[in-house]
């Protein structure tokens, strides 16, 4: 019933940082250690995932984090994702020939977020200049760095989406994706990062690389443009939660899908999961059909409120939430998960980071799917992210393509609070298995007493359109009911649990100040502390 990592929960009491590569936790946990916060390290580790695990994340990429300031006891919510450029077009797409979004190349490249707000986090909650946070990153770029086993993994299928384009090459070595333990300098990134640590956002948007960038672009066809990087912001929102058993659940607010955990968690809560049993046919039905609901809404609703109507106070409410929990069939899977009726109104990083004085942050930085949109901008390391394939050409949904618009968006980092102490920062990262990590997760800690290493090991669901993947190892028995009632089941082996979620949990006690680590056993990472 656990993905067996041997691992133990990591205790530590003066800071503490979990994620996906070892070489990055270090990095977070040096900053905790020279005198930095939780935000320091959370901006430092994910600087080194854009070295150490550039097919997942990069400076061409967005970000999301939430912030935790353990004094003012208050959540901020940071949205680091780009816009849509001014010539988007649907009308150019379909005349083209193109039914839904292009889900790679130049189309689907949307304004890269991440490097503002790297600087704006940092300009607001942290205690360390930007070019210190990036030391590590930088260093590691230009000296190297032995490749992990996932990462190498996740890489070696690439050599062709890289190699379409010379500049790709700046990912390849000796022309192929390198292997397990070789090691990997990336002397181009290196030098886009020491220019953001020396000009901040600036140098990257409006300077050399933003030229650079626009230029790239234009010549491979697309639509970004120097004015469209010049103009980026990130923006402060107002964060939503709901309350499960107790514990209030922050996400960041839509253009994110971090709603869809928040209306699952309020489905699932009328339903008795301890008295079912951690990962019994029943915990697990429940569990897929009330994320199965909550995927109809966000697939419907969620969109940026900037530019679109998104009814998220409708979406989190309890009495919602209950109407929805109606539609569940204790014995019948759903054949439709239908949306509901409100009035109006993929490849990933994550960074969990709690320092000594209890401030969190809970960061995640993306370029979506392996390698992005596949361009790399020349001379420069930059991985263009191809966020803008999660638009809709329908011009009457609430996600249409439009300029300067934000596309729904996959990556959600997450806290939760008791009685107005931090008590969690977490994150699932891995597309559409955010939401659903979430889910489960918090399921497992709140509802059956799991450890933060515990939480992550147990076998998990994943909802993938029509079918329900579950992992290697749940009991034939179950999976055999399950089939019984109507999912459609598919296991999950090998290499392939790496697509059920990297998740990263940090508990911290408000009482002792105690921090409990624990880090995804389908990745390479670990959390760290001291």
């Not at 959600?412 to 891995?430: F, H, N, R």
């Not at 009991?475 to 089939?483: A, F, I, K």
């Amino acid at each position: 019933m656990f993905f067996d990592s041997r691992r133990s929960t990591v205790l530590a009491k003066r800071g503490m940082v979990a994620t996906s590569q070892p070489l990055a936790a270090q990095a977070g946990l040096q900053m905790l250690m020279q005198g930095g916060n939780a935000v320091d390290a959370a901006v430092a580790a994910a600087a080194v995932l854009n070295v150490v695990e550039p097919e997942s994340t990069g400076v061409g990429g967005d970000m999301f984090a939430l912030v935790w300031d353990n004094r003012k006891k208050q959540v901020y919510a940071l949205n680091g994702s780009g816009r849509a450029p001014g010539a988007a077009s649907i009308a150019e797409l379909r005349g083209k020939g193109h039914r839904q979004m292009p889900q790679t190349g130049v189309y689907s490249v949307t304004v890269p977020g991440t490097v503002h707000g790297w600087e704006t986090i940092s300009q607001a909650h942290g205690a360390m200049p930007l070019a210190q946070v990036l030391q590590s990153a930088i260093d590691y770029a230009e000296e190297g760095f032995p490749v992990s086993d996932i990462i190498a993994n996740q890489w070696s299928s690439q050599g062709p989406k890289l190699a379409r384009l010379p500049s790709g090459q700046e990912f390849l070595l000796n022309g192929r994706p390198p292997r397990h333990g070789e090691v990997m300098r990336l002397p181009t990134l290196a030098r886009t990062l020491r220019t953001i640590a020396e000009g901040g956002a600036e140098a990257f948007y409006t300077g050399d690389i933003g030229q650079r960038t626009a230029a790239f672009v234009q010549e491979q066809g697309g639509w970004l443009s120097s004015q469209d990087l010049a103009g980026h912001t990130s923006d402060w929102d107002e964060p939503i939660s709901a309350n499960y058993r107790g514990v209030t659940c922050w996400e960041c607010p839509p253009n994110g899908q971090g709603i869809a955990a928040l209306e699952a968690l309020n489905i699932a809560e009328g339903i008795d999961l301890k008295g079912m049993g951690l990962q019994s046919t029943q915990t697990y039905h429940h569990l897929i059909e009330s994320m199965r609901l909550a995927f109809a809404d966000a697939f419907r609703y969620v969109a940026d409120p900037r530019a679109a109507q998104v009814p998220i106070a409708q979406l989190t409410d309890k009495e919602y939430a209950a109407r929805r929990r109606g539609l569940i069939n204790p014995k019948q899977a759903m054949t439709t998960a239908p949306y509901g009726k409100v009035m109006g109104g993929s490849d990933t990083v994550y960074i969990s980071a709690v320092d000594g004085q209890g401030n969190a942050c809970s960061f995640i930085n993306s370029i979506y799917v392996n390698f992005g949109a596949g361009l790399v901008v020349p001379g420069t390391g930059i991985v263009l992210h191809n966020r803008g394939a999660l638009f809709s050409l329908d011009a009457n949904h609430p996600n249409a393509l439009a300029p300067g618009k934000r596309p729904f968006h996959t990556i959600i980092p997450a806290l939760a609070t008791v009685d107005g102490e931090l008590s969690l920062c977490y994150g699932v990262m891995g597309g559409l298995m955010q939401p659903q990590g979430h889910l489960q997760v918090i399921a497992n800690m709140v509802d059956f007493g799991l450890d933060p290493q515990e939480a992550l090991n147990a076998l998990r669901f994943q909802v993938v359109e029509d079918a329900v993947y579950l992992e290697e190892g749940v009991p034939s028995g179950t999976v055999q009911e399950l089939t019984k009632m109507g999912h459609q089941v598919q296991l999950v082996t090998g290499y392939q649990r790496v697509g059920m979620g990297g998740g990263q949990v940090i508990h911290r006690d408000p009482d002792t100040g105690v921090l409990r680590g624990g880090s995804e056993p389908r990745k390479d990472g670990c959390a760290v502390g001291w």
